[in-house]
């Protein structure tokens, strides 16, 4: 069965011509001819046959030529030709696969070959373009056509299997759903094909932004964008990834001529925090972004309100902890160390404080964690060797009994290779003895 298979039958000689039209009559295929190589082309482009039956010897442009200019032509690169000649020479063979060709039939025509090949041929081509349909259903089924990002079916999928291999491996993930703000005025103002470029820009730049995560970036709707990760420092990483987003969407660009700044709310839920299943993830993420519009847009807020005052309180002291040190913020203290039998004092702990201005004193456990993310536990490190090791030897010189002083060590003072340095230096400024200094 021919399943009414479009043949294009190129040949300048009526013969020819009518002699393939006798041999597939009763094959029940549509038969097109033309009779020259600007004709072939110009039906070619207008039909997209099935095959194309094509003499090589032809005046003006032959059957090389034709067969050439159809290969780089996008929409006919996977045309099957098959060319006719009634040269049987090895060369001419060559230049013709050379040119694109996909078989070779020579002149005159066996019936029973003829009928054979073409039958193989279309039914391969049927076949082939079965596969590129389903290929087509299935990519429109899981992608948004205007931006290529995954679209709400592929993002589910994924969001259910990024959920289960979290729950195995405890960790968390992250469900950030983004809506531009006002993005319906700059539609209509400007047009609805500087709105699409814009939603292709932003696309890009939010997969730009989270490309090192192995973050899912999809589009659900309209200017509705969603983005999952897994993470095991939500309140930081996360923060700071909204935060970045947000900052890169708001850039300026340039559309169709136009300049358009647009800004960008986002709303934030955790798995397994905010929820354990992809639907109710997805709507406590969205009721955040709600939030997020209503204080006012161009920010973020986590679906569960103590995420964020964490995620504020996080922000705030990340930036005070930078004007600790040069505020004379941080002090020591020194807690006796005592032989258990003698019940005397064997030595001391150094013990880091931080005196906040407004939130009073505060511990190690409350900022050396960010302070050891930040790279700031680095010199604040060096501040407690150096004015451990000072107060120790003021307090020998004053008289005190030669007591010998433990300072905790952060395991990322380590990453550089100065730490040894480092202690010389405290130790030498100093003048105390290594003996009366203990690292822990």
């Known amino acids: 069965m021919s399943e009414n298979s479009t043949i294009l039958i190129v040949d300048d000689e009526m013969v020819s011509r009518y002699t393939v039209e006798v041999l597939l009559a009763q094959e029940g295929y549509t038969l097109v001819f033309a009779e020259c190589g600007e004709e072939a082309l110009e039906k070619a482009v207008k039909l997209i046959p099935d095959l194309m039956l094509l003499d090589v010897m032809m005046p003006g442009m032959d059957g090389f030529e034709v067969c050439q200019r159809l290969r780089a032509n996008p929409r006919l690169a996977e045309l099957p030709i098959v060319m006719i000649t009634a040269l049987d020479d090895r060369d001419s063979r060559l230049r013709g696969i050379e040119a694109g060709a996909d078989d070779f039939m020579s002149k005159p025509f066996d019936r029973a070959e003829l009928r054979a090949r073409v039958r193989t041929i279309t039914r391969l081509n049927r076949y082939r373009r079965l596969i590129e349909t ?6 429109l089924a899981n992608y948004d056509m205007l931006t290529s990002l995954p679209n709400r079916n592929l993002l589910l999928e994924r969001l259910r299997q990024t959920l289960t291999h979290a729950g195995r491996s405890h960790q968390n993930v992250a469900i950030m759903a983004l809506d531009l703000d006002n993005f319906q005025m700059i539609n209509d103002g400007v047009g609805h094909e500087v709105g699409d470029n814009m939603l292709r820009e932003i696309a890009q730049r939010l997969t730009r932004t989270v490309s090192s995560l192995g973050a899912t970036v999809a589009r659900l709707s309209g200017d509705e964008f969603v983005v999952i990760f897994d993470t095991n420092n939500f309140v930081k990483e996360v923060s700071e990834m909204a935060q970045l987003m947000l900052d890169n969407i708001s850039q300026q660009m340039t559309l169709s001529n136009h300049e358009v700044v647009i800004t960008a709310s986002i709303g934030i ?6 929820g354990e299943e992809a639907s109710v993830l997805l709507k406590n993420a969205n009721t955040a972004l709600a939030r997020a519009k209503a204080a006012g847009k161009n920010t973020y807020q986590f679906f569960t309100t103590e995420m964020n005052k964490v995620a504020l309180e996080r922000l705030i002291l990340e930036n005070q902890l930078r004007k600790a040190l040069t505020h004379n913020q941080l002090c020591l203290y020194y807690q006796p160390q005592i032989d258990s039998n003698s019940g005397h004092i064997v030595g001391m702990e150094a013990l880091l404080r931080w ?4 939130l009073g004193l505060l511990s190690p456990g409350k900022f050396v964690p960010v302070a050891e993310e930040m790279g700031l536990i680095i010199p604040i490190g060096e501040w407690v060797l150096r004015t451990a090791c000072e107060q120790n030897k003021a307090w020998q010189r004053a008289g005190f009994p030669l ?10 003072q380590f990453h550089p290779a100065n730490l040894l340095q480092t202690v010389k230096d405290a130790l030498t400024d100093s003048g105390l003895n290594p003996s009366y200094l203990e690292l822990e």
């Open 403 to 412: 007591l010998r002083v433990s300072v905790n060590v952060s395991s990322r």
């Open 269 to 274: 839920s955790v798995y397994p925090s905010d």
């Open 355 to 358: 005196q906040h201005p407004k």
């Open 134 to 139: 389903e290929e087509k259903l299935v990519y």
